[in-house]
């Protein structure tokens, strides 16, 4: 068998030198427009790099400008949709400009984020993103101290004194998670729902506190029953969603209605309102929040506050290429609006209260064992 070929390399200055007979270091100093290489010399390498379609390497330019033309973007997985949206909005506002974006997953796995972080700086990117991830002290330092211009999306350093600290050297994008839910609270309201449950997102994350504020400020408000059972705890996956629903849905007196802090977990809700005998919406509404391209299936058709993702990415990419031309601008914070998109999952509350078949925690595990395989299961 023969030798493996190596990839056809594209034109090198060595390519240029060797044509015309001269160094590779004149070669270069020629395209550096330095003054040590006579103009004759230069204006024949320029005129011979042109014919021959010489094209400096990124990662050679890399080391004479210390700049890549590449923006670092950290997130916690590649499944959730909504972060192709902002990843997409993003690239439409950089790769004009002539930036690429690499991407790195974590898995919120704190020593893959740092390891992330790390290698991004190796990599001379001009500026990194971070997307729905949840720092430490440790990790938010490690930006801090890179030296390189920092956009957080949706989620907050964990030593924030307050949200979107304006002492803090970062950034800031995100969606109006506050009122967003609360005004999905209302929209439950105004169909006679009284008794409403919440499944909340991840407790580390800042977007999901703010989510669970909008919530509690909702029900408050509107004067609907603030009975502290009917606030689960939940992490922003499918699973989560399933177990949380279980809870809320087997209480003595169960909610009418449920709001999951993402629309993952509105799907889980789903599928144990299903295995519960509970029909959606005439005996359960149920509502969830980002507006992933899922939702609006119609054998989903998810009432939810649809998140601006494409336009976050856009901002973030506006923001970086202003912080390329002035490194000192203040640090900003950007939030945008939400809008409720209401579709066939909610309904007016039922004037009788199916409690529903029972579920039980056992039950619900086993049917998780038996059909959701670990490789099928969506993680945000």
């Not at 109006?176 to 449950?197: F, P, Q, S």
Request: glycine share 8%; net charge negative; with cysteine.
């Amino acid at each position: 068998m023969g030798a493996r070929r190596r990839a056809k390399r594209g034109v090198t200055i060595v390519d240029v030198a060797e044509a015309l007979g001269v160094a590779p270091s004149t070669v270069s100093n020629a395209l550096h427009d330095k003054d040590i290489v006579a103009p004759r010399t230069k204006a024949r390498i320029m005129a011979m790099a042109k014919a021959m379609n010489y094209e400096a390497s990124a990662a050679a330019r890399a080391l004479v400008t210390r700049q890549s033309s590449s923006v670092g973007v950290i997130l916690p997985d590649f499944a959730n949709p909504v972060f192709n949206e902002i990843i997409s909005g993003l690239n439409s506002i950089l790769v004009p400009a002539g930036y690429a974006t690499l991407v790195a997953s974590t898995a919120n796995d704190g020593r893959t984020c740092k390891a992330a972080i790390h290698a991004f700086v190796k990599r001379d990117v001009d500026a990194i993103v971070v997307i729905s991830q949840c720092l430490d002290i440790e990790e938010t330092a490690q930006l801090a101290g890179c030296g390189l211009p920092v956009v957080l999306v949706h989620r907050t350093p964990a030593d924030w004194q307050t949200t979107h600290a304006p002492s803090s050297t970062f950034d800031y994008v995100g969606m109006d998670n506050t009122g967003g839910v609360y005004a999905l609270v209302r929209h439950l309201a105004d169909l006679g729902h009284r008794r409403i449950g919440f499944i909340t997102g991840p407790k580390q994350s800042s977007a999901a506190c703010e989510r669970t504020r909008g919530f509690r400020d909702g029900v408050a408000a509107l004067g609907l029953d603030a009975a502290p059972e009917l606030v689960a705890d939940g992490s922003y996956d499918f699973i989560a969603g399933m177990r949380g629903a279980r809870e809320l849905l087997s209480l003595p007196q169960r909610p009418t209605a449920v709001i999951a802090a993402n629309d993952l977990m509105a799907f889980g809700t789903m599928d144990v309102a299903q295995q519960m005998g509970l029909s959606v919406p005439k005996d359960l509404s149920i509502v969830g929040v980002d507006d992933v391209f899922f939702s609006a299936f119609p054998m989903i058709s998810l009432t939810t506050a649809r998140q601006p993702a494409t336009e976050i990415g856009e901002s973030v990419g506006e923001r970086l290429l202003e912080r390329f031309s002035d490194e000192a601008l203040s640090p900003i914070a950007v939030t945008l609006p939400v809008e409720i998109i209401v579709r066939h999952s909610t309904a007016e509350a039922p004037s009788r209260v199916d409690p529903g078949s029972p579920l039980s925690t056992d039950n619900l595990e086993a049917y998780l064992a038996s059909r959701w395989k670990p490789s099928t299961i969506i993680v945000a």
